[in-house]
Nanobody, 123 residues
Framework: QLQASGGGVVQAGGSLRLSCAAS????????MGWFRQAPGRERSFVAT????????FYADSVKGRFTISRDSAKNTVYLQMSSLKPEDTAVYFC??????????????????WGQGTLVTVSS
């Protein structure tokens, strides 16, 4: 019910925009998040946004470079990534909550997960 897209190969310093499109149910009353899993590492939190898009929170490693946003009319959440670094290389997952309209850092607070989209940043 969540489809992530927009990944690819980009040079360090470049930008990408990831999209997470929902289908089958509306997530317009749900907090949403992005997580990532680098090779050989556990999945970790990247960014989260509340149901109305008025509040966001970021991992320290991406603060100031990444921006999470949402378009309720399209039932879609975005992750704009700028000034990309090789250490941003990972599979990126979007996630949606079924209970809770606010921000969430913990993965266990999310019920729905997209399939992941690979971002590779070359040096």
């Amino acid at each position: 019910q969540l489809q992530a897209s927009g990944g690819g190969v980009v040079q360090a310093g470049g930008s990408l925009r990831l999209s997470c499109a929902a289908s089958g149910r509306s997530f317009n009353r749900s907090g949403m998040g992005w997580f990532r899993q680098a090779p050989g590492r556990e999945r970790s939190f990247v960014a989260t946004i509340n149901w109305i898009g008025s509040s966001t929170f970021y991992a320290d490693s991406v603060k100031g470079r990444f921006t999470i946003s949402r378009d309720s009319a399209k039932n879609t959440v975005y992750l704009q990534m700028s000034s990309l670094k090789p250490e941003d290389t990972a599979v990126y997952f979007c996630a949606g909550r079924t209970v809770g309209v606010g921000l969430a850092i913990r993965q266990d607070l999310y019920t729905y997960w997209g399939q992941g989209t690979l971002v590779t940043v070359s040096s």
